[in-house]
Nanobody, 129 residues
Framework: QWQLVESGGGLVQPGESLRLSCQLSGLSMSYVTLGWFRQAPGKEREGVACVSTSDDSTNYADSVKGRFTVSRDNGKNTVYLQMNSLKPEDTAVYYC??????????????????????WGQGTQVTVAT
């Protein structure tokens, strides 16, 4: 059974950086799409970034393009989200997600929640002075 465990969240000031990690266990990272989502208080969960392990293609929400980078380390079964130039509006609980192997879809690459099968428990990111 798959398990996803996020880490790396915390409190930072505007303009600073954080790197989130998500350790996957249970299955290999081959032929899946790995996504990052976030949910701010009182708001719906939204897609932030994803990477397809079949061809390393990536997709980003417009709000984070140029500031966030998603990457993976197959050897460590880990996916990362490097977040630079953080803004107060980036404050949210960040969730790691994954599709089933060979279960990737347009929905997943388009950062829709319905495209993902497995979820982590989330890690809090707070950007404030």
């Amino acid at each position: 059974q798959w398990q996803l465990v996020e880490s790396g969240g915390g409190l930072v000031q505007p303009g600073e950086s954080l790197r989130l990690s998500c350790q996957l266990s249970g299955l290999s990272m081959s032929y899946v799409t790995l996504g990052w989502f976030r949910q701010a208080p009182g708001k719906e969960r939204e897609g932030v970034a994803c990477v397809s392990t079949s061809d390393d293609s990536t997709n980003y929400a417009d709000s984070v393009k140029g500031r966030f980078t998603v990457s993976r380390d197959n050897g460590k079964n880990t996916v990362y989200l490097q977040m630079n130039s953080l803004k107060p509006e980036d404050t949210a609980v960040y969730y790691c997600s994954a599709t089933r192997p060979y279960g990737t879809s347009r929905a997943a690459f388009d950062l829709r929640i319905s495209g993902y099968d497995y979820w982590g428990q989330g890690t809090q990111v707070t950007v404030a002075t």
